[in-house]
């Protein structure tokens, strides 16, 4: 499948386009270092920091098909820019948030808008790259710009957050999206569907109240346990998910297109990205969690100590469409997640006394193992659909990752609380006030925070009793993110057909 090759035009415009691509994990990493310091100046509790990353993600996952759609329809590099000027200032409202529910509306704001950047992104790359080998090498830049931002996020973000006050983490976005608006409107041509029909309107409800429901249920099952209010949003958001399907196979002009689905590679794909990044978030956050209130770095030294693990993901990405050249691509995903499992392994034996050089090589070992499979799987799912449906593939290759990657943080972050606070149940010490006792069986950076108006005697257990009941969560994370990458692998390699 070769069409007409690009040239200087495409290839300068796909350096505008690396720019969302960057910006989208390093916004992530950067909150990720940001939440102590939140913690600390918002008096945040540990729900509301899951939700401060979490709706982020979860608004961006419910608004990416629709935003997908009407890209085909009224241009995507329109849809592009206008996101990029609605994103930059939902960041300026969350780094001046006064409280957690005002960030948290501002990370919703900032979810909404950023809906718009990777559907776009990866739509454009697909219309301008029609050559089948030059897309899988643009889509592998694309991948690695993402873990581009995975590397300089934390690095920026820690020197940042050495000298300034937490919300300067969130300003990063301002000048990235600045140049976008410059550059964007003179490097990328507008291209849209040649067919466009109307926009499925209620449909796009149908996925926000599909969505949005089973977030919140079972954000909230994690959080309080099962009670009939959580439950019963679950079942209104699995009923609501149930009439979209039903909608969209009637429709002549669907938002998802579902016989996309009816390929076995392409579902296939579809959920080696969405399983993929559900244990990359979950444990990209609780790495950085563990590097500042386990091992006691400061952010610039934890994003120091984050920083090689972007390397594997970047040389993954970047090298993995020159292997699938010689060797068929789901041998290269399925061999990436068994190499990314031996690494969950190695995490699974950090220490609580803050076991940086296990931790950094099963990070390393993680992402060389999955960037090869974030490029690929990627450009299965973008290459599969033809050009006026770019914007619906794109959608589904953000969308899937997207969802997976929120309930990787919302999931794997639960069962490192659950474990917590079943330890800090029994393990606090005798003598330790009760105001300080109730912090530090909420969350490990309470802890931290309440030992500091205790004298050495009592504050050195405590801390050293909650650094250890939250390295027992991210063990558990840990190996239940090794079976998911074994058990994907085995799907990979027994039923997709390179």
Do not use: C
């Not at 100590?305 to 972007?310: E, F, G, L």
């Not at 993995?320 to 691509?329: N, Q, S």
């Not at 290269?332 to 050089?357: C, H, Q, T």
């Not at 899937?400 to 069962?415: C, D, E, K, N, R």
């Amino acid at each position: 499948m070769r069409g007409e090759r690009a040239g200087v035009r495409e290839w300068t415009g796909l350096a505008v386009l690396a720019l969302p691509a960057l910006l989208a994990s390093l916004e992530l990493t950067v909150t990720h270092l940001a939440l102590p310091a939140i913690a600390a100046d918002l008096a945040a509790s540990s729900t509301q920091l899951l939700w401060i990353v979490d709706v982020y993600a979860f608004l961006l996952a419910a608004v990416l098909i629709p935003v997908g759609a009407v890209g085909d329809r009224v241009g995507r590099r329109r849809v592009l820019l206008i996101g990029s000027l609605g994103y930059g200032v939902a960041s300026v409202l969350a780094a001046y948030a006064p409280d957690p529910a005002l960030l948290i509306a501002a990370r919703a704001l900032m979810g909404v808008t950023g809906a718009t950047l990777m559907p776009s992104t990866l739509s454009l790359t697909a219309a301008m790259f029609r050559d089948a080998h030059q897309r899988a090498v643009a889509i592998g830049v694309i991948v690695a710009s993402v873990s581009g931002g995975t590397a300089i996020g934390p690095l920026v973000g820690g020197w940042l957050l050495e000298r300034f006050w937490w919300g300067s983490a969130f300003l990063l976005a301002t000048p990235v999206m600045a140049v976008l608006l410059v550059a964007g409107p003179l490097l990328l041509p507008e291209h849209r569907a040649p067919r466009r029909g109307r926009l499925d309107v209620a449909g796009a409800v149908l996925v926000l109240l599909a969505v949005l429901p089973v977030v919140y249920g079972l954000k909230q099952v994690a959080a309080d346990g099962l009670d009939v209010v959580p439950v019963g949003a679950v079942v209104v958001g699995a009923a609501m998910a149930v009439l979209f399907v039903r909608r969209q196979r009637r429709l002549a002009d669907p938002l998802v297109d579902l016989g996309l689905f009816a390929d076995r590679a392409f579902r296939t794909a579809a959920a080696t990205l969405t399983f993929g990044i559900f244990v990359l978030w979950g444990s990209n956050y609780a790495i950085a969690q563990y590097l500042q209130l386990v091992a006691g770095l400061s952010p610039l030294h934890a994003g120091l100590w984050t920083a090689p693990s972007a390397a594997g993901v970047i040389a993954g990405s970047l090298l993995a469409p020159r292997i699938a050249r010689r060797v068929p691509a789901v041998v290269v995903i399925g061999v990436g997640l068994i190499v990314s499992a031996v690494g969950y392994l190695v995490l699974a034996a950090v220490a609580p006394s803050g076991d940086l050089a296990h931790l950094v090589l099963g990070a390393i070992v993680v992402s060389a193992g999955l960037g090869p499979m974030m490029a690929l799987a990627t450009d299965m799912v973008v290459g599969s659909a033809p050009v006026e449906r770019a914007g619906a593939a794109a959608a589904i290759s953000s969308t899937a990752p997207q969802i997976g990657g929120a309930f990787g943080v919302a999931v794997l972050g639960s069962i490192i609380t659950a474990v917590y606070r079943d330890a800090m149940a029994t393990d606090v010490p005798a003598g330790v006030p009760d105001t300080a006792a109730h912090a530090a069986r909420d969350n490990l950076g309470t802890a931290a925070a309440a030992v500091r108006q205790l004298p050495a005697s009592l504050a050195d257990p405590l801390l050293g009793a909650a650094r250890a009941g939250f390295t027992s969560g991210f063990h558990v994370t840990s190996l239940v993110s090794a079976v998911l990458m074994v058990l994907l692998a085995v799907l990979v390699l027994r039923r997709t057909h390179g």
